[in-house]
């Protein structure tokens, strides 16, 4: 659905410097000032800063993000408020920006604003700018402070509604005229809101035309005309008549496992204002998640790939919260070059690149890669220009960092008892903690035994070799395994997969294996040594399917498991998945991940 290369948007200045959309020969808002229309409009018109005070999260939905200055508007209001409240905005937005262009846009639409309130708007406007996505069609969801959280869905509206999640309490129901753009109006879109509608969803809309009122009303919203803006006389508001009481979700919750998984949905939680106690039988990142570098890369495959889309959307995730909050975490947007392992793989990924923007995923001969490498690999392949390394350690307690979570380190789980109001968590020393929410994000812990989920156990060994000052390796090379750059004077090389294999030894044979692996990426850099110094044993969790296993396992019970070698690029994003899911809030990815990532898709009956 999302696998197709985005045109992006153009603007204009027309002859009295109002900014002009040539594709739809419309301007990007009201000539009478964008910032007051957004402000009266949108901000006004949903009545949104009378939720500040009354809900811990306010859902706002866009149909059309434009240039960004609803968002800013309604940030903005919610700054001026000085509220707890948090603000989860979702906009769909077919042809977004380029960061540059949409810089050079608000920066002249920042020039008509109040200028009292321009200071702080080119704040937030610069906050959102440092982490505007890469032009890929899809899901990139965007933390831009403790309380903004910003999901920007670059797709057609038509096929980016059914896959969305509500609820949302507010619609902002945006676009050019109708009569410009009639896909953003039409009937069939319009009667697809009161599935994504919370009670008492508030909607706002600058068009006020006969047909977008008479939809609306037969979707069952109460309609009606306010005065207008500017030169318009008139402007829209229309409320979803359904009433419900607000349950906030849980405050405190237990998650087992203090690997990147766990660390991961413990902070998206916290972030939230709830409570969490960790629960780790070693020490936090003692098992797959110690290792000294981890590679964060999408994995190319065919278009429509699941592996790669969750992969993609989970490494630009991480880059944006490293950039955020963990920017101390040794780390290292430095680029991948990926080879692929024969001609179809090849053929898959050219498949990719023909969707995505040259300075996301590019193919690159021998020669081109060998200068941004400083070494030739072993054949042509694809450059990821913002993958890189990280170490999962420090990225792990930098996670597990916040006022909100406490880990207690040496201590076992035995089993979980379900009681009235959540789960009882018997450790096995004897001791119990009863919580609401319960998060099991161990795969290997005894805790897990009584949830049925079928995985594979698959050891793996990495290698090292030390840093060649004449030749430092730029960026991180990968084909069947994967070759860092130096990182503490050691280049790191893996891993090997060994299936049903207990052994916690180092193994000379491992090695060597990947020395060959090595040889098979680098020709030549490693000429001369015979054999690479042990590196760590570990094991990781793996499905059939390759996708990970997170989601609901029974009321209170969840998990993020099975993320096998893609633990760090996918486990953060799933984080802030499982962490939207349990409270409610529009996902990080589509809506057909519930099902996707669903752990009960590898339950088995307990039958011998």
Same mark, same amino acid.
Not at 71 to 96: C, M, Q
Not at 160 to 183: E, K
Not at 408 to 433: C, F, K, M
Not at 441 to 458: I, K, W
């Given at each position: 659905?999302? %696998? ?16 002009? *959309? ?18 009266? #409009?949108?901000?006004?018109?949903? @009545? ?20 960004? /200055? ?20 979702? @906009?769909? &937005? ?23 309130? $321009? ?29 903004? +959280? ?68 037969? *979707?069952?919203?109460? #309609? ?7 030169? =318009? ?44 106690? /960790? ?11 110690? %290792?000294? #570098?981890?590679?964060?890369?999408? &994995? ?10 969750? +992969? ?28 692929? $392992? ?5 053929? =898959? ?18 020669? +081109? ?37 406490? #880990?207690?380190?040496?201590?076992? /789980? ?81 891993? +090997? ?56 396992? *029974? ?29 409610? &809030? ?23």
């Amino acid at each position: 659905m999302f %696998n197709t290369k985005l045109q992006p948007a153009r603007w204009r200045c027309d002859e009295e410097g109002h900014l002009y *959309a040539p594709e739809f020969g419309d301007t990007y808002a009201s000539r009478s000032g964008a910032w007051g229309q957004a402000d009266y #409009v949108f901000v006004q018109g949903s @009545a949104v800063a009378q939720r500040w005070h009354t809900q811990g999260c306010v859902r706002v939905l866009e149909t059309g993000f434009g240039l960004g /200055v609803n968002f800013l508007a309604t940030w903005d209001s919610l700054r001026a408020s000085a509220g707890n409240a948090r603000l989860h905005y979702v @906009a769909i &937005e077919k042809h977004p920006f380029t960061r540059d262009d949409l810089r050079a846009a608000l920066d002249h639409a920042l020039s008509s604003a109040d200028p009292y309130r $321009r200071v702080g708007l080119k704040a937030l406007a610069e906050q959102l700018l440092k982490q505007w996505p890469p032009m890929l069609a899809g899901f990139h969801s965007i933390e831009l402070d403790d309380q903004v +959280t910003l999901t920007l869905v670059f797709a057609d509206v038509n096929d980016a509604l059914p896959v969305l999640r509500g609820p949302f309490d507010i619609l902002f129901l945006d676009g050019f005229a109708p009569d410009r753009n009639p896909q953003m109006w039409s009937k069939a879109l319009l009667t697809q809101l009161p599935a994504l509608a919370a009670p008492s969803a508030q909607v706002a809309s600058w068009c006020v035309a006969g047909a977008v009122r008479r939809s609306l009303v037969e *979707a069952g919203f109460v #309609v009606e005309k306010r005065p207008g803006f500017g030169g =318009k006389r008139d402007a829209l508001a229309a409320h979803w008549p359904v009433t419900a009481e607000f349950v906030n979700p849980s405050q405190e919750a237990i998650v087992i496992g203090a690997g990147i998984a766990g660390a991961s949905v413990a902070r998206q939680l916290a972030r939230r204002g709830i409570a969490v106690k /960790v629960i780790e039988q070693a020490t936090p990142a003692a098992g797959g998640s110690g %290792n000294p #570098v981890a590679i964060v890369r999408p &994995e190319l495959g065919a278009i429509g790939n699941p592996v790669t889309e969750i +992969t993609s959307a989970g490494a630009s995730w991480l880059r944006r919260w490293i950039g955020r909050q963990a920017a101390s975490v040794p780390h290292a947007w430095c680029g991948v070059v990926r080879i692929a $392992r024969d001609a179809r793989k090849h053929d =898959k990924m050219t498949q990719q690149a023909t969707t995505a923007s040259e300075d996301w995923l590019k193919a690159v001969d021998v020669t +081109t890669a060998a200068q941004l490498c400083s070494w030739p690999p072993a054949a042509e392949g694809f450059h990821l220009a913002e993958a890189g390394w990280v170490t999962p350690p420090a990225l792990v307690n930098a996670m597990l960092e916040h006022p909100l979570i406490s #880990v207690r380190s040496g201590t076992a /789980v035995s089993s979980l008892v379900p009681q009235t109001n959540g789960w009882r968590v018997e450790l096995e020393n004897g001791s119990w903690i009863d919580a609401p929410l319960v998060l099991i994000t161990t795969a290997f812990d005894t805790g897990l035994s009584n949830t049925r989920l079928t995985m594979g156990r698959a050891r793996g060994q990495l290698s090292q070799l030390p840093a060649r000052p004449d030749f430092p390796l730029e960026m991180v090379v990968c084909r069947e395994g994967y070759v860092s750059p130096a990182v503490d004077g050691m280049h790191t090389v893996g891993a +090997t997969l060994q299936h049903d294999d207990e052994d916690p030894a180092a193994r000379s044979a491992d090695d060597l294996e990947n020395l060959a692996r090595l040889h098979r990426l680098l020709p030549g850099f490693a000429d001369g040594v015979s054999a690479l110094i042990s590196g760590r044993v570990g094991w990781r969790a793996t499905t059939q399917d390759r996708l990970p296993l997170v989601g609901k396992l *029974a009321p209170g019970l969840y998990a993020s498991l099975g993320h096998g070698a893609r633990g760090i690029t996918c486990a953060p994003l799933c984080g802030e998945f499982l962490a939207a899911m349990i409270c409610d &809030e529009p996902l990080p990815l589509g809506a057909e991940w519930v099902e996707r990532l669903d752990p009960m898709r590898m339950a088995h009956d307990g039958a011998e």
